[in-house]
């Protein structure tokens, strides 16, 4: 398979090599190559199957609608731009294209939204609920994708004015991978659910997995949806 790597950061430059190592042909472009998405043009993505972004919420959304102009398949690892999610759900369709999303692509972290949506009984009986994450310092956005995630799956059935009353904690500090810690505590007890990622590889080897479940499919579909599918 033919992919198309955004952004040379630290998860993008792993999933080059993740993906290399699976045996695919791999093309990296970096922001500074890549303003205002200008260059993904027809002729640069002609020879890409697979476009996989991990770039920046400023950036993230001119590079979707430029690889759906040429009906190109993509699978976005960034976060921050979750608002425009019905406009590019529309835009996918219309393309006839695949795409594919997650806050996370950890296949450990998307087991741990299960857990906190079976935690999520806890706080409609009464369970006070708090999130805290710790990310490394050059993260842009914060709260973390995955925290906002983790909220939805403990309150899903609140509006999200609601839902804003469980407290994220951020903390960006050196090179931490990324943590999440659910705290949960009642007058009787308490419960602290954590995930705490090791390495950045396991990111990496999710988002790859998704680019070769998604190549020569159409849809719209959020990582967790399809994580049943995806073999190792």
């Not at 993740?18 to 045996?23: D, E, I, K, L």
């Not at 995955?146 to 804003?164: H, I, K, M, W, Y």
């Not at 590889?201 to 988002?207: E, W």
């Amino acid at each position: 398979m033919r992919l198309l790597i955004l952004g040379r950061g630290k998860t993008g430059a792993l999933v080059a090599e993740v993906a290399s190592q699976r045996g695919h042909q791999v093309r990296v472009l970096g922001s500074a190559e890549n303003i205002d998405a200008r260059a993904l043009t027809a002729a640069n993505l002609r020879e890409s199957d697979v476009v996989v972004d991990f770039t920046t919420p400023q950036s993230v959304l001119h590079n979707i609608r430029a690889c759906l102009r040429e009906r190109k398949n993509v699978v976005v690892g960034t976060t921050g731009w979750y608002a425009s999610l019905p406009e590019i759900r529309q835009a996918v369709e219309q393309a006839g294209t695949g795409f594919i999303y997650a806050s996370n692509f950890s296949v450990g972290v998307n087991i741990f939204f299960q857990i906190a949506g079976a935690a999520s009984s806890a706080v409609q009986r009464g369970y006070a609920a708090r999130i805290v994450e710790r990310h490394h310092a050059q993260k842009k956005d914060a709260p973390s994708g995955t925290a906002v995630t983790l909220r939805d799956f403990l309150q899903p059935e609140a509006g999200s004015e609601n839902r804003d009353k469980i407290e994220i904690t951020s903390i960006r500090e050196g090179d931490a991978v990324g943590q999440h810690v659910i705290f949960l505590d009642s007058a009787d007890d308490s419960i602290m659910l954590v995930h705490d990622a090791k390495s950045r590889r396991g990111f990496a080897l999710g988002a790859v997995l998704a680019a070769e479940w998604i190549a020569g499919k159409r849809g719209f579909y959020e990582f967790r949806e399809i994580l049943p599918q995806l073999k190792r």
